[in-house]
């Protein structure tokens, strides 16, 4: 009985063309696989953060209303001599307006930035 030596090897893969691969920029603007993957998550990223300000607005602008006609008791209660409704509804919600937007806004230009930098990190 002999022991023969046996050579194990990985498969065969293509051959090298020569030509260097894609930077992210590259594959973005060829409209490859991954260059679409790149453009889903920025656009999910954007869609998530549009939906959550939305959705704060409409608890903002909605719920008070609801929770005023709910709770009648509500719309007798004075702050400074202002009703609550008119207060809530007349004054605060231009600060809670002016917050979400400064959020928004930078929440959007992060991600905008954050994707500008994975792009142009391989350039």
């Known amino acids: 009985m002999t022991n023969k ?3 194990v090897t990985a498969p065969q893969m293509a051959a090298y063309s020569g030509e ?7 594959q973005i603007s060829q ?8 453009m889903a998550t920025l656009i999910r990223t954007q869609l998530r953060l549009a939906v959550a300000t939305v959705a704060g607005f409409v608890l903002m602008f909605c719920g008070l209303p609801l929770a005023f006609w709910l709770a ?7 702050v400074l001599g202002i009703p609550l409704p008119w207060l ?3 004054l605060l919600a231009y600060p809670f307006t002016a917050v ?9 230009t992060r991600a905008e930035t954050e994707f500008t930098a994975l792009v ?4």
């Open 120 to 123: 142009h990190g391989d350039s």
């Open 5 to 7: 030596r046996v050579r």
């Open 20 to 26: 260097p691969p894609l930077t992210r920029r590259q």
């Open 100 to 108: 979400a937007a400064w959020f928004f806004v930078r929440q959007a």
């Open 88 to 90: 809530a509804l007349g």
């Open 72 to 78: 009648p008791s509500l719309r007798t209660v004075l």
């Open 31 to 38: 409209n490859t696989e991954i260059g679409r993957l790149y």
